[in-house]
């Protein structure tokens, strides 16, 4: 929760400033408005929240002290806390974020710990409803379950001075609403990145079996150094659950970013958080919406009956690879869209590396062999080859026709015999082999010096 802008769209009020996301009428022409507040506050309890939906507030209204010494003039005859206040003699108020149907946020100053949070308030006209009381409480309890840097922190849940409350992580940014109104358009790889985070969030909520329910621009925050942060699990519940909806017949959610089946009142699963993913894929790229008609109800009908325009469709720009992971998020029947949020994000992170790869700049690269020197190469080989027939010529020009053999010569033993029966020239001659030679010269020295 964060740095919310309290100026949006009046058909945004009744859902996100407080953090719980509610079901916002259609805005249909023909429709009567309600006759008073009260009946109002009546049709937004009755179609609040699903089975298993966040934490806010539970509590009874504010004691007369509180309301004159610590509250100001607000919304639809409700009090707010004022800039200055303090509520529990621990939270500071320093800013109001945002009011809504259910009561507001405000950017406050926990005492005890000397952190910034955000504080989410109910009315006091409604924190005696037990079903929201409990679906406060469920949202808590998802959170815990939840810990993962895309997904917002709660804090704790409490009760001062007679106001319920829910602390939770502050996040210094905007909603991703006002960045749209602001951008009209995301480049490609901004919007992509932006996906790839809000993925990474439902990954971690859908790992523990948790589906969102109420996915849109309002609940997702943007902070300052580019983090996402998926938020607003009002509507969330668990797929385990078995009570169904908040009351038989009722519809959850906000219609403009609603599913098929969710707009049908069918039982839901991960995927419906898939087709409001890829919704907001959609007018990410494109700063419009898929399915145009007179009404929030009649644009639900027509996401039960038809496909989306493609996005390239709008935007030739737009490459065809983004288009058709958009287009298969929007398949009417879920058994052809995208199954779980791990095959988008491997999708999306594809086109991201193909996409860095395009970017990135490489020196020409030829062949291994024509990157040698072979004038130089060859150069050195001659010169070596001519020095190589050089020496052998002149070695054979002092040897007289190269060296041969060396003669071997046999050097006469001493002995005392004045004349000896064998000569080299003798043995030389002999055509006796030279062992047999050997042999009878030595018998004869024997036989001379005895």
């Not at 409350?165 to 919007?191: N, S, V």
């Not at 004038?375 to 020095?387: D, F």
């Not at 053999?405 to 004045?418: E, N």
Request: aromatic fraction near 6%.
């Amino acid at each position: 929760m964060g740095g919310r802008e309290t100026g949006r769209p009046s058909d945004d009020m009744a859902t996100a400033a407080e953090g719980i996301a509610a079901v916002r009428a259609p805005s249909d022409p023909s429709s009567t408005p309600p006759s008073s507040s009260s009946s109002q506050d009546s049709q937004m309890t009755q179609a609040l929240f699903g089975s298993d939906s966040p934490t806010m507030v539970e509590g009874a209204p504010l004691s007369p002290t509180m309301r004159s010494s610590a509250l100001g003039s607000g919304f639809g005859g409700q009090s707010l806390l004022t800039p200055g206040a303090v509520l529990g003699q621990r939270y500071e108020i320093l800013q109001v974020l945002g009011q809504g149907g259910m009561g507001a946020v405000y950017k406050a100053l926990d005492r005890e710990v000397n952190r910034t949070v955000a504080l989410k308030v109910i009315r006091p006209d409604l924190a005696g409803n037990s079903s929201i009381i409990d679906r406060f409480k469920q949202e808590l309890v998802l959170s815990h379950q939840v810990t993962h840097k895309n997904v917002v922190r709660i804090y704790d849940i409490g009760e001062a001075d007679g106001v319920k409350f829910i602390t939770m992580e502050y996040i210094e940014g905007k909603d991703l609403r006002t960045l749209i109104q602001e951008k009209k358009t995301f480049p490609q790889d901004e919007a992509v990145e932006t996906m790839v985070q809000i993925c990474r969030a439902l990954e971690a909520t859908h790992g523990v079996g948790v589906i969102h329910r109420d996915l849109k621009p309002q609940n997702i925050m943007c902070d300052n150094q580019g983090r996402v942060v998926v938020m607003d699990f009002g509507l969330a519940r668990s797929l385990e659950s078995n009570d169904g909806m908040t009351q038989t017949g009722a519809v959850v959610g906000t219609m403009e970013y609603m599913s098929p089946e969710q707009g049908l009142g069918k039982k839901l699963d991960e995927r419906s958080d898939l087709y409001a993913t890829g919704l907001i894929f959609y007018e990410l790229l494109t700063g419009k919406m898929p399915y145009k008609a007179d009404s929030a109800l009649a644009s639900l009908l027509k996401r039960t009956q038809e496909r989306a325009v493609p996005v390239s469709d709008h935007d030739s720009r737009i490459p065809r690879s983004l288009s058709n992971i958009v287009a298969k998020c929007l398949e009417p029947n879920v058994e052809h869209r995208y199954q779980r949020v791990i095959e988008i994000i491997a999708d999306l992170e594809a086109w991201q590396g193909k996409s860095a790869a395009a970017s990135l700049q490489f020196p020409a690269v030829r062949p291994w062999g024509q990157t040698l020197p072979w004038r130089w190469i060859g150069a050195v080989v001659a010169v070596l080859v001519l020095a190589s027939v050089g020496t052998i010529f002149y070695m054979r020009s002092r040897g007289g026709g190269g060296p041969g053999p060396a003669p071997v010569t046999l050097i006469k033993p001493r002995t005392r015999c004045s004349t000896a029966p064998w000569s080299r020239r003798s043995i030389s001659r002999s055509s006796r082999p030279l062992s047999s030679t050997l042999s009878a010269v030595a018998k004869r020295t024997l036989s001379a010096r005895n």
